[in-house]
């Protein structure tokens, strides 16, 4: 079975390592750290500065982890090898003079221990060891102190970001939508449980424990390569999955956000009134509510799908000479609804069409009400600058981001339509001013007068803080939700 062949691979190397191996192994990987070696794997608060390491032992520190890295990116397998090399670093070290602190290792000690005592215990432990990263370090220059992350740890994806470079900030790098095998599913099956039975004050209390939920989780994994989410399960988990977005800046009211379950719904007439009924109730006269609405997940090769980026955006039309007409992010899309059928009417701010497709895979497209689409649109203006005024800008008072896929205990729902607010920045800075957007930088820069032969007249930075001013004081004048 699934679950054996998973016990299989991981009780060997289990059998061959004592625990306080086991704990060296996850917790206790020196670095370098200027006249010193700081400790990974101490808790936070509580770093000790040790002995450094010689020259010698930094050029065999740096090849031990380069083969460690290496392992990890180019190995599919479900545990990572531990080999007696990672095993003699740990012993060096801890010979060297090297210090694990005493509350940390205890703490970890106990979590091991706990896990072998739990029902289905031995997956518990693959949980704990499937993914054997060391903690990170993170400095603080300025205050001299630091504090460990060990969240990177839980990924189970690797991300774009390197040791030494954060590409964090990169937007629509790769899409992410390939489906879950087997394993991986339930990887993130006995993850999710773990976590929602560990959380019981955010959620309501299950009617099975938690022996009883992944055991039968995990059999209809292995019968059908899926299974179905609770109510509760799936609220928790989308409101959970916002709280861990780490780029979103509202999510610290996750507890609030409103979980529509449509994992009933099935044909395109009945996605379009449900996506309608969703920008409704989450726009709500300007007062937004954040609002996910979750359509049925993957299985057996269909899915629903909503094919717009955003479920409310402008059209771009490219024009004969290259340019185009509205938001040039669009471009594609909009050819792509206008080779459906739809035709839009050229300008610089017509709402796109809601383009969705059920198990059948054909897109059908559908017009947002013209009522809504008045609601939604915010007329920019300025309380003094004419030529900011006289562009008639204007942009849409919902972000609706329908382009992710939301991944819940190993089911994928391609289909889950999420809508808050908007920061300012994103519709003054990104939306209007960015060159591969609608590039009014230069235009409103001469319109206003300003020096833009040079640099060091500051005009960029005069334009950017004008126009965000405006969206500010025209959302507001609006009575629209913005931070």
């Not at 917790?27 to 794997?41: A, H, K, T, V």
């Not at 080999?83 to 801890?94: F, G, M, P, T």
């Not at 990263?133 to 001299?144: G, H, M």
């Not at 035709?343 to 897109?363: A, C, N, Q, R, T």
Request: glycine residues 6%.
């Amino acid at each position: 079975s699934l679950l054996q062949e998973i016990l299989d691979n991981v009780t060997p190397k289990l059998e061959n390592m004592s625990l306080p191996s086991v704990v060296s192994l996850l917790g206790n990987q020196p670095i370098q750290r200027r006249r010193s070696s700081l400790i990974r794997g101490v808790s936070p608060g509580q770093d000790q500065i040790v002995e450094e390491v010689n020259n010698d032992d930094k050029v065999k520190d740096s090849e031990n982890r380069s083969k460690r890295d290496a392992r990890q990116e180019g190995s599919d397998n479900l545990v990572n090898e531990f080999d007696q090399e990672d095993l003699n670093e740990v012993n060096r070290h801890k010979v060297r003079g090297t210090q694990i602190d005493e509350e940390y290792c205890a703490h970890t000690v106990s979590e091991l221990v706990a896990y072998f005592d739990r029902p289905l215990s031995t997956l518990s432990n693959l949980l704990a060891l499937s993914n054997p990263k060391k903690p990170i370090l993170l400095w603080d220059w300025s205050t001299e102190s630091s504090q460990t992350d060990v969240l990177h740890g839980k990924a189970d994806r690797q991300t774009s970001c390197g040791g030494k470079v954060c590409r964090g900030s990169l937007m629509n790098t790769a899409p992410a939508n390939k489906v879950l095998t087997r394993r991986q599913a339930a990887l993130q099956a006995a993850d999710f449980m773990k976590q929602y039975y560990e959380e019981v004050k955010d959620h309501e209390a299950p009617t099975a424990t938690y022996s009883e939920r992944l055991q039968e989780v995990l059999t209809k994994l292995e019968e059908s390569g899926t299974y179905t989410l609770t109510q509760d399960e799936l609220t928790w988990g989308a409101r959970t999955a916002w709280r861990n977005a780490p780029r979103c800046p509202a999510r610290m009211i996750w507890k609030n956000l409103q979980v529509f379950d449509k994992r009933d719904v099935f044909s395109t007439k009945e996605m379009f009134s449900t996506l309608v009924e969703h920008l409704e109730f989450s726009f709500n006269s300007g007062n937004i509510r954040p609002a996910v609405t979750i359509f049925r997940g993957r299985e057996g090769g269909t899915e629903p799908r909503v094919w717009n980026s955003l479920l409310v955006a402008y059209a771009g039309y490219k024009q004969r000479d290259g340019s185009v007409v509205g938001d040039p992010a669009q471009e594609e899309f909009t050819k792509f609804c206008q080779s459906l059928g739809w035709s839009g009417k050229g300008g610089m701010f017509d709402f796109l069409p809601l383009v969705v497709s059920d198990e059948d895979g054909e897109p059908n497209f559908q017009e947002i009400p013209l009522e809504l689409q008045q609601q939604l649109r915010v007329k920019i203006k300025h309380t003094s600058i004419k030529a900011i005024n006289d562009l008639n800008l204007e942009w849409f008072g919902l972000p609706a981001v329908s382009s992710m896929m939301l991944e819940l205990g190993g089911v994928q729902f391609p289909a889950s339509p999420f809508t808050g607010w908007y920061q300012v920045t994103e519709i003054a800075n990104r939306d209007l001013l960015d060159c591969q957007r609608y590039n009014l930088l230069l235009p409103l820069g001469t319109a206003m007068n300003l020096d833009t032969t040079t640099n060091t007249s500051l005009w960029k930075d005069e334009v950017a803080l004008e126009l965000n001013r405006a969206v500010l004081y025209s959302f507001k004048e609006a009575g629209v939700s913005i931070v």
